[in-house]
């Protein structure tokens, strides 16, 4: 995990050992994207509990089906004998019907008053919450893993900021960065092939895979640009509607690659049929996909501005994926703000400027005539450090 060894813990890892502490209530689902360290922080947990764990994974080439999850059940009760164990089932959502499984085998043991803790670990949180809102509605709750911050690929590996800028937060990639066509290799096909062939392409109906494809080469290459659907069709050139578009945008940010943000208005209809703000999740995504090298994009100011802008973007829209707040960017004509943050009732407006700036910024002054935010921030230039506004979590910048 770590070029200074394994011992690296991210902080979910102690929600977690709390959760499995107490009396057996829920099943844990713990969803993110590949390569975030799920497997590696509930083998953590584990390393570190008292309780017998049993550990099996539906991502092996075999083929699977109910009858395996039952038996791997099993061996969790035999493991558990008078007393509580742990099953964790890594990669379910590839066993057709899995909910089901877990539902029966769940009630069966809350029958019993037998004491097998359950957690489920997936790649892709919309293909998990499908089988969850089916089936398995009141008996589970969900841990979201997000993409690695700054903080922890400074802690974990020792980077300064303009090197998580641009290689992003995938600490299997990391050992990399020094061979940068090796880093883009394994980027684009052991991180976003996989991620599209066989967490999207293979459990979701997809007329169009050629579509979804470009539709991420695009949003990459437009990260933190504000985009209608109708201009992407035009920019894609492939038969389709904005209705299919927005339904694999959807499938893209469920795997944690590709979001876009919705426009703020204060309305949510309004908000739903905004043009989209695109933003990657990670940006080692955008940088692998431009091909451009470390010291060709920092050398360029317009290009690594926009690489600074979608870097603050990811740290916020990660940050909304685990519920810690709501996203959306504003523009009314030709005034914008970046970043728009709803936490409860309250708002903060973002701008991120890459270089020095004496300018005032009207875009975030007539957003807070408009909608009066707690707080306006100016990440870079004259304001926040970029540096200080990512080493720290987003519920700092916001919070009451």
Not at 42 to 69: H, K, N
Not at 237 to 252: F, I, M, P
Not at 297 to 307: H, K, N, P, T
Request: proline share 4%.
């Amino acid at each position: 995990m770590s070029k200074r060894g394994r011992s690296f813990v991210r902080p979910q890892a102690a929600t977690l050992t709390r959760r499995l502490a107490e009396p057996r209530r829920f099943i844990q689902v713990v969803a993110g994207p590949r390569q975030v360290g799920k497997t590696t922080l509930v083998q953590q947990v584990m390393e570190g509990s008292d309780l017998a764990t049993v550990f099996a994974s539906a991502d092996e080439p075999a083929l699977r089906g109910p009858e395996w999850i039952a038996q791997q059940w099993d061996a969790a009760r035999l493991a558990a004998g008078g007393g509580a164990s742990v099953l964790v089932l890594d990669e379910v959502q590839k066993i057709p019907g899995w909910s089901e499984s877990v539902k029966r085998l769940w009630d069966e043991d809350t029958r019993r008053k037998r004491c097998v803790k359950v957690v489920v670990l997936g790649s892709a949180p919309l293909l998990i919450q499908r089988g969850l809102s089916e089936s398995l509605a009141g008996r589970f709750e969900v841990l979201r893993v997000p993409h690695w911050s700054f903080a922890e690929m400074r802690e974990a590996f020792g980077w300064s900021v303009e090197r998580f800028v641009y290689y992003g937060g995938y600490p299997g990639a990391a050992p990399l960065v020094r061979e940068p066509e090796r880093w883009r290799a394994y980027v684009l096909d052991a991180l976003v092939e996989t991620t599209i062939s066989r967490d999207v392409l293979l459990l979701t109906r997809v007329d169009k895979p050629v579509l979804l494809r470009r539709l991420f080469e695009l949003g990459c290459r437009y990260s933190g640009q504000i985009l209608s659907y109708t201009k992407m069709l035009g920019q894609l050139h492939e038969a389709g509607n904005t209705t299919t578009l927005a339904h694999y945008l959807d499938l893209l940010s469920g795997a944690g690659m590709l979001t876009g943000l919705a426009k703020f208005a204060g309305e949510a209809v309004r908000q739903r049929g905004s043009s989209p703000k695109l933003q990657v999740l990670n940006t080692a995504l955008m940088s692998a996909q431009s091909g451009f090298g470390f010291d060709e994009v920092r050398a360029d100011r317009e290009v690594w501005g926009r690489l600074v802008e979608t870097a603050v973007g990811a740290h916020l829209a990660n940050a909304a994926v685990v519920g810690t707040c709501e996203l959306f960017y504003w523009r009314d004509h030709n005034r914008e703000v970046d970043f728009v943050v709803r936490r409860g009732r309250e708002l903060t407006a973002i701008e991120v400027k890459s270089g020095r700036t004496h300018e005032a910024q009207p875009g975030v002054a007539a957003f807070a005539e408009a909608f009066n935010p707690r707080r306006r921030l100016l990440v870079g230039g004259d304001g926040l450090p970029l540096e200080e506004f990512l080493s720290r979590p987003v519920e700092h910048w916001i919070k009451d």
